[in-house]
């Protein structure tokens, strides 16, 4: 945590709780009356105390203080964020996911963790000189046209609010244990950088996803390194003309290992880092040349002004997990079952173009068939190819059993649909796959 401009406090004493409270800030006010002020508004809209769960008493003034000072230090504006934050905690089952990870839930047992850290991988390392968590994102590895190919949005966004919970309560319970401002050190690794990255429409959706739950995690990173910067003299010009001056300290843009090794040693031992900042290997997984399974999933090419038809037998009993993938742009996409009675009831519907992955399963409760509807009849001039994939199960079980059926024979499962886990399959065995994500503009 690097100490603010022309403070000559040792670190300790500079972001020390009981001092930040007493601290007067650039809104004349001090961390101790914003928060008082924050109170009052949050008791008067009912919100307040807050239920423990989601703030417990120990963490109450650090997090109310995190709002009031990511929020420009504004009472008003903190307090309005720091009621939705709640709110969104209760309609999102956060509390749920916090339970979990406070119970000792592993990462790697984070819901698809082994295909998202593919794509968007976030690393956790050491600690720095001061006892900062060091976070680090290899940016330059994010592949956004993968990932919204590899997982459906909901499952991006559920991933990201475990690795964002899982910070957000380290930060805190370190805050409490020493009754220091604890907030991380965050390191994004540019290497890899390349025109992938300029895919607008995976950009655009995972912009959507990390903004709507970011928001909820207001001021738990203190220092921002980023590395292997192309033009790195530029961005530093530019980014000193459009950062307020109070927030140019977090920001630090470098180029090459010669230009960024010096300074990351001066926060934190090597050993403290990821070998792959210095050079060394990528972490294992990452490094793979493999092919996706989704590559050997039937393609259907639907031209412009004009819509295809795909359709799957399902014998009574049987249950057949489903995903369908735009390759590029999007397409609209209906799902139904039809039976005997020549009737289609809806299996998968969304008033949206899907342009990601969207899966789900359906347990057929007579003989028919699954009709997927792709609609291409909206585009003028561009056709569309669109993955599919249909994997008959061979089981007749009620959901709860499945659910236990399908994690017991999981290795099977994953051997015939890689795309496919425990997690996920749990999540979609109603008879609607979850619809895309309306995020938070």
Same mark, same amino acid.
């Given at each position: 945590?690097?100490?603010? %401009? ?15 409270? %007493? ?10 009356? %914003? ?26 003034? !650090? ?207 090597? !050993? ?31 031209? !412009? ?34 039976? %005997? ?101």
């Amino acid at each position: 945590m690097a100490t603010t %401009a022309g403070d000559s406090r040792p670190w300790a004493e500079q972001f020390k709780l009981e001092n930040m409270m %007493a601290q007067e800030w650039e809104n004349g006010m001090t961390g101790l009356q %914003a928060v008082t002020k924050m109170k009052e508004i949050l008791t008067a809209q009912g919100c307040f105390p807050p239920d423990r769960e989601s703030v417990p008493e120990d963490w109450e003034d !650090a997090l109310l203080l995190r709002f009031f000072i990511g929020f420009k230090k504004n009472p008003e504006a903190a307090a309005e964020a720091f009621e939705q934050m709640l709110t969104w905690r209760k309609e999102n089952g956060i509390n749920e996911i916090r339970q979990k990870l406070m119970n000792g839930l592993n990462p790697s047992e984070f819901p698809r963790y082994e295909t998202v850290r593919r794509f968007y991988p976030l690393l956790k390392c050491g600690k720095d000189k001061h006892g900062c968590p060091i976070l680090i994102t290899l940016t330059g590895l994010i592949d956004p046209a993968k990932l919204v190919k590899a997982v459906t949005l909901e499952e991006m966004r559920l991933y990201i609010i475990y690795e964002m919970e899982s910070k957000f309560i380290k930060l805190c319970q370190l805050t409490a244990e020493t009754g220091i401002f604890y907030r991380a050190l965050e390191v994004h690794d540019l290497k890899g950088l390349g025109m992938h990255h300029l895919a607008t429409g995976p950009v655009g959706l995972l912009r959507k996803v990390v903004k709507e739950v970011s928001a909820n995690y207001v001021e738990i990173s203190d220092k921002v390194f980023i590395l292997n910067c192309p033009f790195a003299s530029v961005v530093r010009t530019v980014l000193r003309q459009v950062v307020p001056a109070r927030s140019q300290h977090k920001l630090a843009v470098h180029g090459t290992i010669e230009d960024y090794e010096s300074v990351l040693l001066e926060r934190a031992e090597r !050993a403290e880092y990821h070998a792959c900042l210095f050079g060394g290997e990528l972490p294992e997984g990452l490094n793979t040349e493999d092919g996706d399974q989704m590559d050997k999933w039937p393609r259907i090419t639907i031209p !412009a002004r004009d819509k295809k038809v795909v359709e799957e037998a399902v014998e009574k009993g049987k249950t057949v997990l489903w995903n369908v993938c735009p390759e590029a742009l999007d397409v609209g996409c209906t799902i139904h079952f039809v039976g %005997a009675n020549g009737k289609p009831s809806p299996v998968f519907e969304t008033t949206e173009r899907i342009a990601s992955l969207q899966r789900g399963s359906f347990q057929a409760e007579e003989d028919g068939k699954l009709v997927l509807s792709l609609d291409n009849s909206f585009s003028y001039l561009k056709q569309k190819v669109v993955m599919y994939d249909f994997e008959v199960v061979n089981v007749q079980l009620s959901t709860q059993q499945l659910v236990l059926s399908l994690e017991n024979s999981f290795s099977y499962l994953k051997q015939k649909v890689v795309m496919y886990d425990f997690e996920v399959v749990n999540v979609q065995l109603s008879t609607q796959s979850s619809e895309d994500l309306t995020a938070v503009e």
